[in-house]
């Protein structure tokens, strides 16, 4: 994109490439704010509505958490009764007559009471309209939950609790059991009393009257409107809530029930209206409608300036430098106007000038102090590549070795200098393990097979991978030094 402005912008003005570069950022400007808008800001907003919708289904379960702690009392109150605890050995018609009445159902708002010995034999066990105020008997299905291998007849201590959501085909159940004992809640267990209450449409309205929440129950699996059948199948253990927008006007919080054994059989959703996010959409739009307003006046504003303050004296500096380039003049100067960046910019330039005019002369000087200093020592100075070939050496290398000139040393190897393979290899591999050799005595061969005895000082220089790739060495010949030492 970059390279097909630059060739779009070849033919154009500096000026007319400063407007059209304006426009391109305000557009960019405009984009990516209303990305990071849609993202940043939208996205709160949806977090919200998601997070407030979450905790809607967190009170609809609490609300069904306080429905079984109703259950827990009233249970509890009957079950570690004295009297309960002397009906359930003697199954006294007294004790029916007295206390299990319709009133008693109505008053504690039960659809279900069975009281059954420690063996699981039902003693006593009604089901009951609250609508019609009638008794209906035990219903359906409910003989599976009630058998002697059970969850709910299951109690090992006098407080024990089991609490469920069980599926009969008259409807979802809420049931709660503790085992049957004394006033003072001593055993031994006699038996279990188990209560229920229908979750039907009348207690799912007082739920949501309860809580303030639109509620609709539904059978995990069973067909219905395609929001639940999406949710069916997103729904699970690890993911028993769930959030979902269903369009733009409304969200939808589903909660996974299960039943005693675990198993998945009720689905509550909590519907809500999206005002968050509605909210949160004209925010947006308001934000990115002040975004394009006040980018076009900055564009604007920052065109004029740019021509009155930069865009003239720019193109008057680049002028100076490229000629300046062209000619390789670093003797010459730009001129310096005002006292802004650009004034500072070309000081600058005339300061980098000024340096590349000293360095060209240091550079010369250099050149020719080390030509002088490496073609005129009296030690023996070359540069070589790994396998000996001679890159460059002194006069004094020359004659070290016995030949006439620099140009005859450059046609001869230097590892040929080495006695033997041996000294050779030896030489190679000692610089390329230490990366440099101080001191390094030998004895060489010259031209004529006269035998030197030599110190070296060389360097090794390497690539990235640590592979050698040239050699620099420093010869002093002490043949005589050591002739003498062995005399």
């Known amino acids: 994109m970059v390279i097909l402005m630059s060739k779009l912008f070849d033919n154009l003005s500096l000026r007319m490439k400063n407007l059209l570069v304006l426009f ?11 990305i990071v808008s849609e993202i940043v800001l939208l996205r709160g907003y949806v977090e919200l509505e998601e997070s407030l919708t979450l905790k809607n289904v967190a009170r609809l379960n609490d609300a069904l958490s306080s429905e079984f702690l109703t259950l827990q009392r009233i249970t509890c109150d009957w079950a570690a009764w004295d009297d309960t605890y002397t009906f359930i050995e003697d199954a006294n018609d007294r004790y029916i007559k ?11 708002n039960l659809n279900l009471m069975v009281f059954l010995n420690s063996s699981g034999k039902i003693v006593y066990g009604q089901g009951f309209d609250l609508e019609s105020m009638k008794f209906t008997g035990l219903p359906a299905g409910l003989s599976e939950y009630l058998n002697p291998d059970s969850a709910l007849l299951k109690h090992r201590s006098a407080d024990s609790t089991v609490k469920a959501i069980i599926l009969l085909p008259e409807g979802p159940l809420l049931v709660l059991s503790q085992p049957i004992v004394t006033s003072e809640k001593k055993g031994p267990i006699r038996g279990t009393l188990v209560v ?4 039907d449409a009348v207690e799912i309205k007082r739920l949501a009257d309860l809580t303030h929440l639109s509620l609709t129950l539904q059978v995990y699996g069973k067909q219905g409107s395609s929001d639940f059948n999406t949710a069916y199948s997103l729904l699970s253990t690890d993911k028993p809530v769930l959030v979902r927008s269903l369009n733009r006007d409304s969200i939808a919080g589903y909660s996974l029930l299960r039943d005693i054994n675990g198993k998945p059989i009720l689905v509550f959703r909590v519907l809500m209206p999206r005002d968050i996010y509605n909210q949160g959409k004209l925010s947006h739009s308001y934000f990115v409608a002040i975004i394009i307003i006040t980018g076009f006046v900055l564009l604007i504003l920052s065109f004029l300036l740019s021509e009155k303050m930069i865009l003239s004296r720019l193109t008057n500096l680049i002028q100076h430098v490229i000629k300046i380039g062209q ?13 802004d960046e650009l004034s500072k910019l070309a000081s600058e330039i005339n300061i980098m000038l000024s340096g590349l005019e000293q360095s060209q002369e240091k550079v010369k ?10 073609n005129e020592a009296l030690t023996g100075n ?13 006069s004094a290398f020359a004659q070290m070795f016995g030949l006439k000139a620099i140009e005859e040393a450059l046609k001869v190897n230097l590892l040929s200098f080495f006695i033997n393979d041996e000294e050779r290899q030896n030489f190679i591999k000692l610089l390329t393990e230490r990366k440099k050799l101080e001191f390094y005595e030998t004895d060489l061969q010259c031209i004529d097979e006269k035998r030197i005895t030599v110190l070296q000082n060389v360097i090794g220089k390497f690539d990235q991978d640590g592979k050698l790739i040239e050699i620099q060495g420093y010869i ?3 043949s005589d030094r050591k002739t003498m030492e062995e005399h």
């Open 365 to 374: 000087e250099s050149e020719e102090h080390f030509r002088r200093l490496f």
């Open 98 to 108: 007295t206390n299990i009445v319709t009133d008693t159902y109505n008053s504690l």
């Open 327 to 339: 000619t390789k003049n670093f003797s010459s100067r730009v001129p310096i106007t005002g006292g």
């Open 196 to 199: 229920g209450r229908y979750l």
């Open 382 to 394: 070359y540069i070589s590549s790994p396998d000996g070939k001679i890159l460059l050496c002194n």
């Open 24 to 34: 391109i950022v305000l557009a960019i400007a405009v984009i990516v704010s209303y």
């Open 476 to 478: 002093f010949d002490i």
